[in-house]
């Protein structure tokens, strides 16, 4: 199994580009979410899924779209990239016979300028 | 408001030499706590699991201890290869999808 698998590894954005941050997993878990990781903040919750066609927000959503279609692919949507959203994005999963373990993908570091 | 705060930030140890790390924490109605490490450029990899006070966990030189307001990581002889960045999360609210995570500790084990 790959486990979690996040592309691209690095991107610049200039403010107001939009792009699609692409996470997959082929765990057949049911739960997905993304984070956000900015130093001295820890990580934080930016949306997440419980399943199939099932989204909700996070702590920091503002900025963000999600949508799930199947199981194996949850990607995040940054609408018009601004400085603020320059961060290191984690994309993780969950089984759901063991909710709280969460495995996470290797990150996406993401600069916008 | 839930929030998960972790001491020291850093930590620096020789090859050998025991510590701790501090995980204090309040929220309303603990449904677990848990630890992960994540090295540099990497995604944070699950370590433990802690839901009730005096819960204990072990693996290699590492153990959790958990009371009702804190969690400890216990490292016992480090070596080089456990320094890492620890991050210590609670779970808030319902669903196993709201972690609360804390700024984390880096730990340096020098040879």
């Known amino acids: 199994n790959a486990g979690v698998t996040q592309t691209p590894k690095f991107q610049v954005l200039k403010t107001g580009q939009s792009m699609t941050l692409q996470c997959a997993q082929d765990?057949?878990?049911?739960?997905m979410s993304w984070y956000r990781q900015d130093p001295g903040m820890g990580l934080r919750l930016i949306h997440y899924?419980?399943?199939?066609?099932?989204?909700d927000q996070g702590e920091v959503p503002n900025g963000y779209n999600v949508s799930r279609s199947t199981t194996e692919d949850f990607p995040l949507r940054l609408l018009s990239a601004a400085p603020s959203q320059t961060s290191v994005y984690f994309c993780?999963?969950?089984?759901?016979?063991?909710?709280?373990?969460?495995?996470f993908g290797p990150g996406t570091r993401l600069t916008v300028t | 408001e839930d929030q998960v705060t972790q001491s020291p930030e850093a930590l620096r140890l020789q090859e050998g030499e025991s510590s701790s790390l501090n995980c204090s924490y309040t929220?309303?109605?603990?449904?677990?706590l848990f630890w992960y490490r994540q090295d540099p450029g990497k995604g944070p990899e699950f370590l433990f699991t802690?839901?009730?006070a005096g819960e204990e966990k072990e693996k290699e030189r590492l153990k959790a201890t958990l009371t009702k307001k804190e969690s400890f990581l216990h490292i016992t002889a480090p070596k080089p290869e456990d320094s890492a960045t620890y991050l210590c999360?609670?779970?808030?609210?319902?669903?196993?999808?709201?972690?609360?995570f804390g700024q984390g500790t880096r730990l340096t084990i020098n040879p």
């Open positions: 993780a999963s969950t089984p759901w016979s063991e909710a709280y373990e969460q495995y």
């Open positions: 765990m057949n878990h049911e739960y």
């Open positions: 899924s419980v399943g199939a066609g099932i989204t």
């Open positions: 929220v309303s109605g603990l449904r677990g």
């Open positions: 802690l839901y009730s």
């Open positions: 999360a609670v779970q808030a609210g319902q669903g196993a999808q709201k972690l609360v």
